[in-house]
């Protein structure tokens, strides 16, 4: 497979030579992620899938007339590895999803054969029937297909694009790539019907009124490409079921889906599957076996996710108490009103989300909960910086947006025994929703579980009581602090302060620090434009403090991806970042 640089080359090849490059692409996928990290079984499921269309189809898109040509959008996008193979960033691949590197998503800088950013799932098909009907108003004559799987099917944003390409003319191909599989099996009526779809007549397709065929065997590749050369010049709405395996190919993946969806760069035995569990303990795991604590000693906890039992660890309540665990798909709109409900019928409700996709919900969480001041609880995972995922992850804007809105209650722990904390109090709050953010990646006690001892809700901690500057932190970027604060041996020096509330502030803490210090300095992971350290420069300007007010957090880009380290150093947020500016407002030689 060497020799092919995009799909001009694979395109010389005879049909009859594609089982064999197939298996040469698999084998060489599999070398270099299990080397370098990154998403793993969804993209050995799609490989003769990949090698099919770029056969058939002509992707390539001209710089200057974007339209033109035939387009292809992956949906969920960690499904494209095998296409940035084959469209010329072969030579670049052991960089994927590292600082500087290829995107771990399809990317329309990266490529003219990237036609649409696809991080977050479901948008495949409003995105390919756009560009299908701007074609049609530009009489251009190609084809628009949309790659679904791995979950995205049960998004609702995917049944209001069907809907809507059901009575259009556009020239669209929806393959649905049926693996069973998001993270973890998908649940629900769907993949029920997708199970059984064989002889049912009409399918749920055909009474949407598109033309259905399948299903197909995904893994046969000169199949696919005598269905799609037959299939290439039938023109209007269209859809191709095919079934694939996630991590064909790969017995310990094909074994262990959900375990292999993503394999991080750290140096992996290829032939054990058993990964060992890191201490300190994942924020994540903490929160699942916190909640299945609580679960057990109050009856009206429940935990929703949309289809991240295993990502956000509620598969640890899972296990045991399956009847009050709901996995609702990938459908975070539906997960917030479906908790609000819950909280309606005399439930607890913890609704976990990842920060990037609550972005999905916002009108819900205003309109449903929080405008009727339901008292749900919202545990967003990953807030701040997650690393090689990149600009469509990072939980760089939920402090931002939650912030604008009434009844909300948000919590930011700076480490896990803060999350446990937060955790068993938000319990017994009912007066409205309240947001526990909190990082994704490792704590920093060994032993996470702690005494639970009461909370005071708007209260700060005291971590360091110095003389000359006070600095205030929200959430685990506060570690950040401590250790700059220890390196620069300037405790005497600093007060620290960790807001652990950005609503309600500890504002009475807040007047004393602007009583008493000239120079202050607010640290957050997360934008800087409308975040926290603007909730205290806007504090400071309602006291008419004449201090100074240095603000350290994400500018106003989207930040690539990269380890959370590299992006830490390349923005001052890590302790040597933190701890020159201390330094610099000290006056330290």
């Not at 940035?84 to 054969?113: D, N, Q, V």
């Not at 395996?245 to 394999?263: C, F, L, M, N, R």
């Not at 908790?339 to 409700?349: E, S, T």
């Not at 931002?400 to 025994?417: C, G, K, Q, R, W």
Request: glycine letters at 10%; proline letters at 4%; charged letters at 20%.
């Amino acid at each position: 497979m060497e020799f092919i640089n995009d799909p001009t080359d694979l395109k010389k090849l005879d049909k009859n030579q594609l089982p064999e490059l197939c298996a040469e692409i698999r084998s060489f996928f599999i070398d270099k992620i299990l080397k370098n990290g990154g998403h793993f079984s969804a993209n050995l499921g799609v490989v003769e899938l990949t090698v099919a269309l770029h056969y058939v189809y002509d992707f390539f898109a001209d710089e200057y007339a974007k339209t033109l040509g035939d387009k292809l959008v992956w949906d969920v996008g960690h499904q494209a590895y095998i296409h940035k193979l084959l469209t010329g960033r072969l030579k670049y691949f052991e960089t994927i999803r590292k600082f500087g590197g290829l995107s771990g998503f399809p990317k329309l800088e990266e490529s003219r054969y990237d036609h649409f950013g696809t991080g977050h799932s479901s948008t495949s098909i409003s995105a390919v029937l756009g560009m299908a009907e701007a074609a049609l108003l530009n009489q251009i004559d190609a084809k628009h297909i949309a790659v679904i799987g791995d979950g995205s099917l049960t998004g609702g944003m995917a049944f209001e694009a069907l809907n809507n390409l059901g009575v259009s003319n556009a020239n669209v191909l929806v393959i649905v790539n049926d693996n069973q599989m998001g993270i973890d099996p998908n649940l629900g009526a769907i993949n029920t019907h997708l199970s059984e779809i064989d002889g049912i007549k009409p399918n749920l397709f055909e009474n949407l009124g598109l033309n259905y065929d399948g299903p197909l065997d995904g893994h046969d590749v000169i199949g696919l490409i005598d269905y799609l050369e037959k299939q290439k010049t039938t023109i209007g709405p269209q859809v191709l079921h095919i079934n694939t395996i996630k991590g064909k190919g790969y017995s310990p993946a094909e074994t262990a889906q959900t375990d292999w969806h993503s394999v991080s760069y750290v140096k992996i035995d290829p032939y054990n599957a058993e990964v060992p569990l890191a201490k300190p303990l994942k924020f994540q795991e903490v929160f699942g076996y916190t909640l299945l604590e609580i679960a057990k000693i109050d009856e009206r906890v429940v935990g929703i996710t949309p289809a991240m039992p295993s990502g956000s660890s509620m598969k640890i309540m899972m296990k045991e108490m399956p009847h009050r665990v709901f996995d609702v798909g990938i459908a975070e709109q539906h997960a917030v009103t479906f908790a609000a409900g819950l909280a309606l019928g005399g439930k607890r409700p913890f609704c976990n989300i990842y920060s990037s996709f609550a972005q999905r919900a916002f009108d819900q969480i205003i309109h449903d909960v929080a405008l009727q001041n339901i008292p749900v609880i919202f545990c967003l995972d990953r807030a701040g910086l997650v690393g090689a995922d990149g600009p469509t992850h990072h939980g760089a804007f939920d402090l931002a947006f939650l912030n604008t809105i009434p009844n909300v209650v948000i919590l930011s722990p700076m480490d896990e025994h803060e999350l446990r904390t937060m955790m068993y109090w938000a319990v017994d709050y009912t007066d409205g929703p309240v947001v526990i953010r909190y990082p994704r990646g490792k704590g920093s006690h060994l032993n996470y579980k702690n005494d639970i001892k009461p909370m005071l809700l708007g209260v700060s901690r005291t971590l360091t009581d110095g003389k000359n500057i006070a600095i205030i932190s929200i959430g685990q970027i506060g570690v950040e602090v401590q250790k700059a604060i220890i390196q620069n041996n300037v405790k005497k020096e600093v007060t620290h302060i960790d807001a652990r509330n950005s609503k309600p502030l500890d504002t009475k803490r807040i007047v004393e620090l602007f009583c008493s210090f000239d120079t202050l300095i607010t640290v957050e992971e997360s934008c800087l434009l409308g975040g926290f350290g603007q909730q205290i420069k806007a504090l400071a300007q309602d006291y008419n403090y004449t201090g100074t007010v240095t603000s350290l957090g994400l500018p106003d880009v989207f930040v690539e991806h990269g380890e959370v380290a590299e992006l830490r150093a390349k923005y001052g947020l890590d302790a040597e970042g933190i701890g020159k500016v201390i330094s610099q407002l000290l006056q330290l030689p």
